[in-house]
């Protein structure tokens, strides 16, 4: 079992929709969560860090944390064809694990 | 504040070859990890070193080794290339154990060419 597991996708959602992003991880040490966006032939971006339950928003993004069941997600409002990336779920126990990133489409 | 540096950015190698990739982290990160990514492929794991020292190490053949100096600089070595050493080559810094929820910056990457 990976440490870190992201669907593949790709997910299209339309510009204008809400593109929901799906992270679990199996270790429940976890204490920090990151998301990265990367574009194609471009390094990864850090996005959103969160570290509690709940949610935490920033502008059109928000992270959402849930311990108990291993699970992290991002939610993107308004997607824009901007945000058509690659997005990494990253989770940090003594070390980073990455997954292995969700491709969305953004379709104008 | 300057970023994480990666040089060079781009490099041609024939097989048999050995090549060396330096990482300048970001100012007073003292945690560097090293990250191979080839096409349609996630990150893979190399090794992470911190004050100097080895703390984690991916499942990656001994041709594959690293090391970092006191002022944190780190560089990467890869011996007797092969062509699936071709890859994006990805240095993230932190500022590493003990510091708690810091997340890793990443460089723009060294883009490695086996022919």
């Known amino acids: 079992q990976k440490e870190v597991e992201q669907n593949s996708g790709p997910l299209s959602v339309p510009e204008g929709a809400i593109a929901s992003l799906n992270c679990t991880y199996s270790d429940r040490g976890s204490q920090s969560f990151f998301w990265y966006r990367q574009y194609s032939g471009k390094s990864p971006e850090l996005i959103m860090s969160?570290?509690?339950?709940g949610d935490k928003e920033d502008g059109r993004f928000t992270a959402q944390l849930n311990k108990a069941s291993q699970y992290v997600s991002l939610l993107i409002r308004d997607s824009q064809p901007s945000d058509s990336a690659t997005y990494l779920c990253a989770v940090e126990v003594n070390k980073f694990y990455f997954g292995s990133g969700t491709k969305l489409n953004v379709k104008p | 504040k300057a970023g994480v540096t990666q040089t060079p950015r781009y490099l041609i190698k024939t097989r048999g070859q050995q090549v060396t990739l330096s990482c300048s982290p970001i100012?007073?990160?003292?945690?560097v990890s090293w990250y191979q990514q080839t096409p349609g492929q996630g990150l893979q794991f190399l090794f992470e070193?911190?004050?100097?020292?080895?703390?984690n190490k991916g499942n990656f053949p001994g041709r594959f080794s690293g090391r970092q100096f006191s002022n944190s600089r780190s560089e990467m070595n890869v011996s007797t290339l092969e062509l699936g050493d071709s890859a994006l080559y990805l240095c993230a810094s932190s500022l590493g154990a003990g510091a708690g929820n810091q997340p890793q910056h990443f460089g723009d990457g060294t883009r490695l060419s086996i022919l």
């Open positions: 100012s007073g990160h003292r945690s």
């Open positions: 969160i570290y509690s339950n």
């Open positions: 070193y911190f004050s100097e020292t080895q703390r």
